[in-house]
């Protein structure tokens, strides 16, 4: 699976961005995906999961209320809505792919290149 990540870019605080992410391969369905953050100077975070069927959600507590995951089997493409942006939010979000439902990046085994997103205050 290849996953290529896009609609990163710079934001006002209280602003809105839309990350995509399209995914190769005709299994797409098949698989749990997810995005993750990370900011200069530290570890990667969870942000976000779908499971294969768009079922089952789970958000991290710092997003929560904020982002919203969704996926388009028919087009391989997840999304990540992010509102009420924060400064704290700036980081490289990465979208990556796993056979099995999960929030730690040791499940998936597949990921995209990130794309950067900046908040301004």
């Known amino acids: 699976v290849q996953l290529q990540a896009s609609g990163g870019g710079l934001v006002q605080a209280g602003g809105s961005l839309r990350l995509s992410c399209a995914a190769s391969g005709r299994t797409f369905s098949s698989y749990a995906m997810g995005w993750f953050r990370q900011a200069p100077g530290k570890e990667r975070e969870f942000v976000a999961a779908?499971?294969?069927?768009?079922?089952?959600?789970v958000y991290a507590n710092s997003v929560k209320g904020r982002f919203t995951i969704s996926r388009d089997n028919a087009k391989n493409t997840v999304y990540l809505q992010m509102n009420s942006l924060k400064p704290e939010d700036t980081a490289v979000y990465y979208c990556a792919a796993a056979q099995i439902y999960s929030s730690t990046p040791l499940g998936y085994k597949y990921w995209g290149q990130g794309t950067q997103v900046t908040v301004s205050s």
């Open positions: 779908i499971s294969g069927s768009g079922r089952n959600i």
